[in-house]
């Protein structure tokens, strides 16, 4: 049996009912073939995709808090620490009732990646509580902040992991869990990123991870001979992803038509209003059908169906696994030439296939979302010299940042006889810079 085989079988045996981390691992060790096969003695004996897969270390704690009833709650939270080969640990922190840890573990393992194809020093981590901050005060999401981050506190630090924003935690609970930790650690460090502007936050950190998704979405299409102006465009999502990533798309030119949530969405004919769509989703924190009901041209529909809207460009935005084999094929029947994802894994492994095999230019995640986690790198480089840079400053380096990326794994699909397959050049190029640093640094 082959080494990537034999580890995808003993990564599914190892870790039962964790189906989206097997998923993450078969899709990165797939694609990893060609370099596990050029190298496989090396690599086998240094056990370096079986350490791959195993996180450093992971925590998972009690979260109880009160709510507004006097009623005790209890959450249970999570940090996974996954590889700091190449830096601190660094990834977000996902607020869902959904998040299990293995959801978790897929998340971490995909930011090794990520983190490595920004070309910052950063290593992978991601945490989270399945504690659902929908339908809560503030006081609650406070008393829930303070005290999943009493616990949290004991494993993090400005030079060891530093968590930051994902589904569900925004400006808001980042705020809450920074007051937490000073008031605990007592020191004032750059111990999250996605903080506010008045205490240590960068500026362009909130717009990173859509206007990154977008920048590097355009220069795939230029390197294809397209132009993304002019282009129809359909976002699923309206959280903090989708927001920027409509907000860029129109300033390049191109029109975004639908945009969801988890019980709808919704298809405008004119176009996205983003100003509308931020007030309803940031100020008011309302439903997709309040945007719905403030705009003529928007028709709301429940459940799914975003994909199934004719378009040139899809960008999922919202959650994993929401791309599914039909929609993919919906999209390749519409005439769709470019998917980028600005989710993590938004797309099944046969839905990726399927539009790879269709010609349909593919983004992964791990390449094309990784401007957030970019950017709260800068963030994290204006805390350490304690300055901060203009907006013009870090939005100019995020846009070479995602550019540089696309031409890194596009190169390196075209090295191992891959090209224009950008899931196997991502992954190869994120793998080779870790796995060099795991071998340099020994047996750890
Ligand atoms: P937000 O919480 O701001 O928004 C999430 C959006 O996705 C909401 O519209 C939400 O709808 C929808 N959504 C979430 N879960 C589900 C679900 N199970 N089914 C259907 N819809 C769902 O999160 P972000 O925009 O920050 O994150 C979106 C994606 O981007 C995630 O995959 C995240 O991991 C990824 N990402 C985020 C980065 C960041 O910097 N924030 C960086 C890189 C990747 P509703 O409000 O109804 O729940
Ligand atoms: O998935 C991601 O890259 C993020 N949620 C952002 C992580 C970060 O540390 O900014």
Request: one cysteine or more; glycine letters at 10%.
């Amino acid at each position: 049996m082959s080494y990537v085989d034999e580890v995808l079988e003993r990564v599914i045996a190892k870790n039962p009912a964790e189906p989206e981390f097997h998923q993450a691992v078969k899709e990165v060790l797939n694609s990893l073939r060609p370099i596990i096969e050029a190298n496989e003695e090396k690599y086998r004996k240094e056990a370096l995709l079986e350490r791959i897969t195993e996180p450093d270390r992971q925590f998972k704690f009690r979260v109880p808090w009160v709510d507004d009833k006097g009623q005790v709650q209890v959450n249970t939270g999570y940090r996974v620490q996954f590889n700091n080969s190449i830096g601190p640990y660094k990834g977000g922190l996902r607020l869902h009732p959904s998040v299990n840890l293995g959801i978790i573990k897929f998340l971490g393992f995909e930011q090794i990646f990520k983190n490595s194809l920004t070309g910052l020093p950063i290593g992978g981590g991601k945490g989270g509580s399945d504690f659902d901050p929908k339908g809560k005060s503030d006081r609650e999401v406070m008393a829930f902040c303070q005290s999943f981050m009493t616990e949290l506190c004991k494993y993090i630090g400005a030079d060891t992991d530093v968590p930051a924003g994902d589904i569900g935690t925004g400006a808001r609970e980042i705020g809450y869990m920074f007051g937490q930790f000073k008031k605990i650690r007592g020191t004032y460090e750059g111990v999250l990123t996605g903080k506010g502007l008045s205490y240590g936050g960068s500026l362009a950190r909130t717009e990173a991870t859509g206007y990154g998704l977008l920048y590097l979405t355009a220069e795939m299409l230029k390197c294809n001979g397209h132009d993304i102006k002019g282009k129809t465009v359909c976002i699923s999502g309206s959280g903090n992803v989708a927001i920027y990533a409509t907000q860029k798309a129109q300033q390049l030119g191109a029109k975004v038509v639908t945009v969801s949530d988890s019980t709808g969405w919704v298809y405008d004919a004119e176009g996205i209003d983003v100003n509308l769509l931020k007030e309803v989703k940031e100020v008011k924190r309302a439903r997709l059908t309040e945007y719905a009901a403030a705009r003529p041209s928007a028709e709301y529909h429940e459940g799914r169906g975003v994909w199934s809207i004719k378009c040139d460009i899809a960008l999922p935005c919202a959650t994993q696994n929401e791309l599914l084999l039909d929609d993919a094929k919906a999209l390749v029947t519409n005439g769709c030439i470019a998917v980028a994802e600005g989710a993590n894994m938004p797309t099944t492994l046969e839905a990726t296939e399927y539009l790879q095999q269709n010609k349909v230019l593919f983004a992964p995640g791990k390449a094309a979302n990784a401007g957030g986690v970019a950017t709260s790198a800068l963030e994290m480089s204006q805390n350490s010299e304690r300055l901060s840079w203009s907006f013009e400053e870090v939005d100019s380096k995020l846009q070479n940042i995602m550019v540089n990326i696309f031409h890194n794994l596009d190169d390196a699909a075209k090295r191992y006889g891959k090209e224009g397959d950008y899931v196997a050049g991502a992954n190869i190029a994120g793998f080779e810079k870790v796995a060099e640093a795991m071998i340099a640094q020994g047996v750890v």
